[in-house]
């Protein structure tokens, strides 16, 4: 069975340009969960998709944003880039129980 | 609101040793607990989960983690290191009800010295 997936592996952009992340869940996981891990931060919660809505959010702008899609798969769009958004960027899919499946992230660079 | 608490950035052990990672936890309701643990440069890989049930669970690797609830504590431990175990671990925590998402704490480094 594919675990959950991420592309790309690194992004790297420059202060003000827009990045979109990609995750794909495992098959039968309806729900996907995005993290933000910067270096000395932790995890940080971004956003939960379940059923293609958005669930809630973290305590990020409103540049950071995105969507799931009807096959579950989901996009992570962050606007406007700056340089502290450089960070690893998780994905994660669940079942009901809330176990949680970690993808291998997406490293983005901000210059 | 729910939060985690892993009270050392860093734990050293020789090989061989008892190895134990601590964590302490605040939710509303009934928690669902978990540990993670991290590689450098990669995604977090689950290792145990108490939802319910026996107070010590057993995970992958050799770890377990023994429940708490007077203590709200969910200490993970293993009765020999290894010196593979050497990585960063995440104990996270979420509430029974709707909102699933779960938090994280700040994470352990256990480094395991040969």
């Known amino acids: 069975e594919a675990g959950v997936t991420q592309s790309p592996t690194h992004l790297i952009k420059t202060r003000g340009q827009q990045a979109t992340l990609r995750c794909s869940p495992i098959s039968g996981h309806t729900s996907v969960y995005w993290y933000q891990q910067a270096l000395g931060l932790g995890l940080q919660f971004l956003l939960w998709y379940d059923e293609g809505e958005e669930r809630n959010r973290g305590n990020f702008p409103p540049r950071f944003s995105g969507r799931q899609f009807p096959n579950y798969s989901s996009e992570l769009n962050v606007n406007a880039l700056e340089l502290e958004d450089s960070a690893l960027y998780l994905c994660a899919s669940s079942t009901l129980a809330g176990g949680l499946f970690f993808g291998s992230g997406t490293q983005l660079s901000v210059l | 609101a729910q939060s985690v608490a892993q009270p050392e950035d860093q734990v050293n052990v020789a090989e061989g040793n008892p190895l134990t990672v601590k964590c302490t936890y605040s939710?509303?309701?009934?928690?669902?607990l978990f540990w993670y643990v991290q590689y450098p440069n990669r995604g977090l890989q689950f290792l145990l989960k108490?939802?319910?049930?026996?107070?010590l669970v057993k995970g992958s690797y050799g770890f377990e983690a023994e429940f708490n609830k007077s203590q709200t504590s969910f200490h993970l431990k293993k009765p020999s290191a290894l010196v593979s175990d050497s990585a960063l671990y995440f104990c996270?925590?979420?509430?029974?009800?709707?909102?699933?998402?779960?938090?994280f704490g700040s994470g352990t480094q256990l480094t395991v010295l040969p």
């Open positions: 939710v509303s309701g009934n928690p669902y």
């Open positions: 108490y939802i319910t049930g026996d107070n």
């Open positions: 996270a925590v979420r509430d029974s009800g709707s909102a699933r998402q779960l938090t």
